[in-house]
């Protein structure tokens, strides 16, 4: 059996670490020092369980905050937020080399930071790759102890460089519990990721209602109005565009909703209300503005996006719109600090 | 006495010619032809009633819908909204000429569009004036009875030329209800209309609020939180900049409601909330996007200062932000639509 790194500790992580072991795979988890009280409880169990929609236990290999440890691994699944994976990647580089396949999900155009990270060129016999998404949605119930709400029919990979994608899909299939299907490239899997679209117009656009406190709302039903869909589908444009100046004929957000909950509608807004996984419950929205939904949308999907348009001479002023208006309230101008991709090798990706 | 003629058919409108009648002044009311709803009952009884903070009953010389009735009036009072000056000049500038006084209030840059409207050159002795505001918070309550709630202690008036204000304030003073204190020029009294920060943002920021319609909310209190006040003090920064450009000492949006409602707060936020007049009520937002908060705001005032500011090489990334995205709510390009100030002659301004 293939010897597997999960690198994380949250809850996608752990259902992917726990998983594998369940099956036979001997697995790392590795998570980053600063973090280590995700995994404290892990340290000693070394078991974690999944209940749910999978009914497994797996005992871990190791559970480490040592990067050192991910050496002998030859996957390497990163399931850590965005934000951390430029700290974690320069922690783990010296241990990264011939043979290893390294899978970023989401990937948020991780591998070209990767590549960056080596001075612009992997290491010799090594492949990296990106999924637009994890293979659960899940959260961690109690202390190794994973509830498993769904898991995904397939999901789609590219590898860094696109010529790799075949190899890569080959190499880890056999230690991964969810169908790969290979997209055209890294750009295409950032690109599709469509939470930029859903979560940063409806996170500005409800500003009021969810800072002044009293009731939470319904996020998707009450929050995805029509102004908020109409400014969404002017950034779905412009998302599109780019991918089409790249060669790419990505699904509008809607048209990927429709494909991935397999349910139907007329419009944006009407196609998000028929959707039971978004609007078959009760309040659920962000109780503030320092929320994933800005803070890693923002940074690592719409300034790339933005950055690749502006490289490519595709003005995307909506996108622009949201950026600023996102850093205003963040304090941090997201056009310098975000991940923008300053030495952008775009045809680096296809190989 | 003077002889006045009062532009508009609104609250406003109908309270100043009230008032005017009330002290014994021939005022003729216009209204635009196409909104002549608003005056039908007011044609046949010309009798205006003022209740609340004024208690007096004037009655009107004329009610017309005939634009050659302002031939005779020394004095013309403009109160009808922005979106409406262009169709009135139109209208009325075959029967302007030497010897009149026009303010608009709010001007909103609107003397500059009247100046377009005779080819660039105001007719010779023919004196144009802006205010920011206009004299009373008030509401028509019913047909020929306007409540007045409150009366401004001063206003701000500048002529264009400005050289013309001093003129200007002397001709209209005796046949005014309000004290009006010289500002430096047009481009001043559009700069100082703080709505275009308090209302664009808040609405936008809202907006999921606004239109899911479960409960209305309180515009002022909580709208206006930390995240909307952190949008509005960047837009004000980029207003005063525009300001200080042009050699104007524009009073932020906060010191300006400490003044105007002598109040006190540490922040922006803080200080609307000290505010009675804003919060010291119930639900009182906008019950859909299509209201004067975005649709006058953002194409006569926030369009413009944009513009200004772009012809002195100011940037104003965040006011843009707010433009664009009020543009997709409204299916509506306002960089194009709104009042962009095209053969801008900001130099004509000071005389």
Same mark, same amino acid.
């Given at each position: 059996m293939k010897r597997i790194a999960v690198l994380g500790g949250g809850n996608g992580a752990q259902a992917l670490a726990g998983h594998l072991a369940s099956k036979g795979f001997p697995v790392t988890l590795f998570e980053h020092p600063e973090f280590r009280r995700n995994i404290f409880r892990l340290e000693e169990t070394k078991t974690i369980e999944l209940t749910g929609a999978i009914e497994a236990r797996g005992t871990l290999a190791e559970v480490t905050t040592d990067p050192a440890a991910v050496r002998d691994a030859e996957i390497l699944y990163f399931l850590a937020p965005s934000f951390a994976q430029e700290a974690v990647f320069s922690l783990i580089a010296p241990f990264l080399g011939r043979g290893q396949r390294l899978l970023l999900m989401p990937g948020n155009f991780g591998s070209l930071v990767l590549k960056e990270t080596f001075g612009g060129r992997l290491p010799e016999g090594f492949l990296a790759a990106e999924s637009d998404t994890m293979p659960y949605a899940c959260r961690i119930e109690a202390p190794g102890v994973v509830n498993v709400w769904g898991i995904k029919n397939f999901m789609a990979a590219a590898a860094l460089p696109a010529s790799g994608t075949?190899?890569?899909?080959?190499? *880890?299939?056999? =230690?991964?519990?969810?169908?790969?299907?290979?997209?055209?490239?890294? #750009?295409?899997?950032? +690109?599709?990721? %469509?939470?930029?679209?859903?979560?940063?117009?409806?996170?500005?656009?409800?500003?009021?209602?969810?800072?002044?406190?009293?009731?939470?709302?319904?996020?998707?039903?009450?929050?995805?109005?029509?102004?908020?869909?109409? *400014?969404?589908? =002017?950034?779905?444009?412009?998302?599109?565009?780019?991918?089409?100046? #790249?060669?790419?004929? +990505?699904?509008? %957000?809607?048209?990927?909703?429709?494909?991935?909950?397999?349910?139907?509608?007329?419009?944006?807004?009407?196609?998000?209300?028929?959707?039971?996984?978004?609007?078959?419950?009760?309040?659920?929205?962000?109780?503030?503005?320092?929320?994933?939904?800005?803070?890693?949308?923002?940074?690592?999907?719409?300034?790339?996006?933005?950055?690749?348009?502006?490289?490519?001479?595709?003005?995307?002023?909506?996108?622009?719109?949201?950026?600023?208006?996102?850093?205003?309230?963040?304090?941090?101008?997201?056009?310098?600090?975000?991940?923008?991709?300053?030495?952008?090798?775009?045809?680096?990706v296809n190989g």
């Open positions: 075949g190899d890569f899909i080959a190499s *880890v299939q056999d =230690a991964f519990p969810v169908p790969l299907k290979p997209a055209p490239n890294v #750009l295409s899997i950032g +690109l599709s990721n %469509t939470n930029m679209i859903l979560h940063c117009p409806t996170m500005i656009m409800n500003a009021g209602r969810i800072e002044s406190g009293n009731g939470r709302f319904r996020f998707y039903a009450e929050g995805m109005t029509d102004s908020v869909c109409a *400014v969404m589908e =002017a950034m779905d444009r412009e998302r599109m565009a780019v991918g089409k100046a #790249l060669g790419l004929n +990505l699904l509008s %957000t809607m048209d990927d909703m429709k494909e991935l909950y397999s349910i139907n509608g007329e419009s944006l807004r009407e196609t998000i209300l028929n959707n039971g996984a978004y609007c078959g419950h009760g309040a659920d929205s962000p109780a503030s503005m320092k929320y994933r939904y800005l803070t890693e949308d923002v940074p690592y999907l719409l300034v790339p996006v933005f950055e690749i348009g502006k490289k490519l001479g595709i003005p995307l002023p909506v996108t622009e719109s949201i950026i600023r208006l996102a850093s205003v309230i963040a304090g941090e101008d997201y056009l310098v600090t975000g991940r923008t991709l300053g030495g952008l090798d775009l045809d680096g």
